[in-house]
């Protein structure tokens, strides 16, 4: 081969990837304009970015005469969820809790394990309540929460069956409050 039919297959070659590099382009362009239009909500083009909760000072649930709750996040942040739900965050924003797991360093609620939850929901619905039932109430509350932007508050324990609302305790909101 000479040297000038070697420049034609180089050029030939580096044109078709330069073809294939501008087509995979415009198809990340369109991904990226559907990702932003799923993320829009209806009737609103403008979003903002919900803001991320990773902990808070307050964590309120007002349960209502017919069951339902609405949970407030440090005041600014306000939801509504169903009975059981309702009940299940009262349950794991309490300050106390069984987890033997927990720091006194730890300056958030101690963790609530399966069975103090179970018989905390069992007295508060006055009904038996499943750890299958936990579970599922655990994966929806979670859900509702992160479409609020606070999914992270709910933590699980790493080594133990154990939950927790990542909820400053009182004397050290008291202390932020102050400064």
Do not use: W
């Not at 991320?52 to 609405?70: I, K, L, N, P, S």
Request: with cysteine.
């Amino acid at each position: 081969m000479t040297g000038e039919c070697k420049k034609t297959q180089v050029r030939a070659i580096v044109v078709s990837a330069l073809g294939i590099c501008d087509k995979l382009t415009d198809k990340l362009e369109e991904i990226d304009l559907n990702l932003a239009r799923m993320q829009t909500p209806v009737g609103n083009s403008q979003s903002q970015p919900t803001p991320q909760y990773y902990q808070a000072c307050r964590f309120q649930v007002m349960v209502e005469t017919d069951g339902t709750g609405t949970v407030s996040v440090d005041d600014v942040l306000r939801f509504r969820v169903p009975p059981v739900l309702a009940r299940l965050a009262q349950v794991l924003a309490m300050e106390t809790g069984d987890a033997s797991a927990d720091g006194a360093d730890d300056p958030y609620v101690p963790y609530k394990t399966t069975g103090f939850i179970l018989s905390q929901m069992a007295r508060l619905l006055g009904r038996r309540f499943t750890e299958g039932a936990l579970k599922q109430a655990v994966c929806r509350l979670r859900k509702i929460m992160a479409g609020h932007g606070c999914a992270r508050l709910l933590e699980t324990h790493k080594f133990m069956k154990a939950y927790r609302v990542r909820l400053r305790r009182n004397k050290m909101c008291a202390v932020a409050a102050a400064l």
